[in-house]
């Protein structure tokens, strides 16, 4: 278990509880003694990352996952409530997640999409099977800070250099970073490939997507 | 990649004795130990024997449970199926299907 | 000058390390299979054992004579004929000279009919061929022919089938319609693959494959494992192979059950007794591969989860030992002396009843 103090401890378990009741309950508490920023850094999120370990343990579950950050989430807006408008908690980043064309493997992306998404992300899921061109579509349309894209076969892998050659056609390489997974992806293909990082499973990709975009 | 494994741990199926081994641990949920010992027991041998395709190549000829090459007028496919059912007090499924069909 | 040896790392690169280095490398892959999985670290004795494995000179290294087990074959046919990409080479033949080749060229020891799809709900529509493909098989074949597939739940989810997709529900926080459609979707695969079996079984198959079990989470193996139920009620002769996908079982619903056991979250050695309770005779435990680290460590991990498994287990575990799993590197071509020295320490130190 996490090593927590006192109220900001009684809301990262409160979290790790999944259960929204506790969570706002211990918020409440907190709110009387801390700053709101400290609750969200180091109760709510530390409760979610806490989560996040969980799962990958197989301690806790997807469901537990999604309750623990739809607890968050209320947490994060009862704070929001007493703070100035300019320092309301922003999302971490936004990122576009799909597994790219000829490929239909759909659950891995989507457990990365859910663990990124509940740990503050804006997460656009575009599903698998995914043309090249749309990866870069809704990066624009979104304004995307980062594209995941996964691929589960050695002949579709290729799909991820591709979308990272028409984000450079596109002249938009520099601004939005790459991520890539899927079981044949390695950090030796992408860095052959030029995309900024490769991320070995969900809970990495969380941690990875937090090191480059925050 | 499979061959690299065949080599390294195998019982070389058909060459010498895997595929009995394999059909004593499908078929009657045995460990390996004891899958060894039951065919060893049946052939007449000892376990590591089973291996062996020196020793195996001469006993399955002599037993008609199938070999590799086409021997002449030995049995293959379904009848050496047959054979290995007595030898081994098993049943076969497609042997029991086969002699379904001609019944 | 401090001798190095030569391993690899998760993905068939080759890297050069000390002896030290390896045995701290096989320690600490032991201990986070023990973390993880709540059970026993190699023993000393068996860390060196492991550590004069990965050290051998031979490029090709193998087990001690006498202790062979039998190699058996996921994916059979398909990896000759068949190029999708994970597995085939692609080489014009029929599935007939496939088995054939494997059985009389390769010397394997079972083999497996599968259909190029691989996975059972699209065999429905063609059973028929399956079956006639079965037939001729088992008139030429000697070895044990199982006919396999995955279960591959995801099929049933939207777009591929009736089911609206759980991943899709629960990024929208309906959670208990994505667990309503998880269930659902079992009792389909559940239902689907006794169909098919009971058309194959008919047709002379020794038994039945179930590969990657559990790729689309809890609710694919709960399908899996009451089909393996009702398949051994109807055919106490079958030959029934439960193969993992994964080392997890990934808790997509969460909350069910087999035998009073929850399934998500199961460990290899937790897996191998439900397998064993549902009916099948031979249990294939997975571990996955870590592709940014050494041989030595992703050996010991798989070594230490495979023994426990090996352990606990009432029947017989052929461990995987595909690209990518049981301390295979990811890689098409898995390097000969990485694939032999994993061979070995599965055998050896991990106790398997087979491959």
Not at chain 3, 88 to 112: K, N, Q, W, Y
Not at chain 3, 200 to 225: E, I, K, Q, W
Not at chain 3, 241 to 264: P, S
């Amino acid at each position: 278990m996490a090593d927590f103090e006192g109220s900001l401890h009684e809301v990262a378990d409160a979290v790790i509880s999944c259960k929204k009741e506790k969570v706002l309950e211990a918020v409440e508490k907190a709110k009387a003694e801390l700053p709101p920023e400290e609750i969200i850094d180091k109760g709510l999120s530390a409760g979610m990352n806490q989560v996040g370990v969980l799962f990958e343990r197989g301690k806790l579950f997807l469901p537990h996952v999604m309750m623990a950050a739809d607890a968050m989430t209320a947490g994060v807006k009862l704070l929001e409530e007493g703070m100035p408008a300019g320092s309301r908690e922003k999302k971490l980043g936004t990122i576009v997640n799909g597994t790219v064309e000829g490929d239909v493997h759909d659950i891995g992306k989507s457990i990365v999409s859910t663990m990124l998404q509940s740990a503050g992300f804006e997460v656009h899921d575009i599903g698998r099977d995914v043309p090249i061109r749309n990866f870069v579509q809704k990066a624009k349309e979104t304004d995307a800070d980062m594209i995941g894209i996964s691929a589960l076969m050695t002949t579709t892998l290729q799909g991820q250099r591709e979308v990272i050659e028409l984000l450079k056609e596109e002249g938009l390489r520099s601004r939005v970073k790459i991520m890539v997974g899927g079981a044949p992806a390695t950090q030796a293909w992408a860095d052959k490939i030029g995309a900024d990082c490769y991320a070995e499973n969900a809970s990495e990709a969380v941690s990875k997507a937090k090191e480059l975009l925050l | 990649m499979p061959i690299s494994h065949i080599m390294a741990s195998g019982m070389t199926g058909i060459r010498a004795a895997g595929d009995l081994v394999a059909r004593m641990e499908f078929s009657k949920n045995m460990r390996i130990g004891e899958a060894k010992e039951y065919v060893a027991k049946k052939l007449n041998v000892d376990t590591m024997d089973l291996s062996d395709e020196h020793i195996m190549r001469e006993l399955r000829e002599e037993l008609d449970i199938g070999v590799i090459t086409s021997v002449p007028g030995a049995a293959k496919g379904i009848a050496a199926k047959m054979n290995i059912e007595k030898l081994l007090d098993i049943k076969i499924n497609s042997c029991e299907t086969f002699r379904a069909q001609i019944a | 000058m401090v001798t190095e040896y030569a391993l690899r790392m998760g993905d068939g690169k080759r890297v050069f390390l000390t002896r030290e280095k390896i045995l701290s490398e096989i320690e600490a892959g032991s201990g986070n299979a023990a973390d993880l999985g709540e059970i026993p670290d190699l023993s000393a004795d068996e860390i060196d054992r492991l550590a004069e494995i990965l050290m051998m000179p031979g490029k090709a290294v193998s087990v001690e004579q006498g202790m062979e087990v039998p190699v058996t074959h996921d994916i059979g046919t398909i990896r000759l004929d068949g190029d999708q990409g994970n597995s085939g080479v692609g080489i014009p033949s029929s599935r007939l000279v496939s088995c054939m080749t494997h059985e009389r060229a390769f010397g394997a020891d079972t083999m497996e009919l599968g259909h190029i799809d691989y996975s059972f709900k699209p065999v429905k529509p063609v059973v028929a061929n399956e079956c006639q493909a079965m037939e001729v098989c088992q008139q030429n074949m000697i070895i044990p022919l199982f006919y396999g597939a995955m279960p591959n739940m995801g099929l049933y989810y939207t777009p591929d089938g009736p089911f609206e997709n759980p991943g899709d529900l629960m990024k929208a926080f309906k959670i208990d319609k994505a667990k309503d459609s998880m269930e659902h979707a079992a009792e389909h695969l559940t239902r689907d693959t006794v169909w098919v079996m009971q058309k194959l079984f008919a047709s002379g198959a020794d038994g039945v494959n179930f590969d990657t079990t559990a790729a689309a989470g809890d609710a694919d193996m709960y399908g899996t494992l009451n089909a393996v139920k009702t398949l051994r009620a109807l055919y106490p002769e079958m030959y029934i192979e439960m193969g993992m996908a994964g080392e997890m079982v990934l808790g997509m619903h969460g909350e069910l059950e087999y035998d009073g056991v929850r399934l998500a979250g199961l460990w290899p050695h937790e897996q191998a007794p439900l397998a064993a309770t549902a009916g099948a005779n031979v249990f294939g435990p997975v571990v996955n591969t870590n592709t940014s680290k050494t041989s030595a460590w992703n050996l010991a991990r798989a070594v230490t989860f495979i023994k426990a498994a090996v352990e606990a287990s009432s029947i017989p575990c052929h461990v995987n030992m595909g690209m990518g799993v049981g301390g295979i590197p990811m890689l098409e071509t898995p390097p000969v002396d990485a694939v032999t020295r994993a061979s070995k320490a599965m055998v050896e130190i991990a106790g398997v009843d087979g491959i």
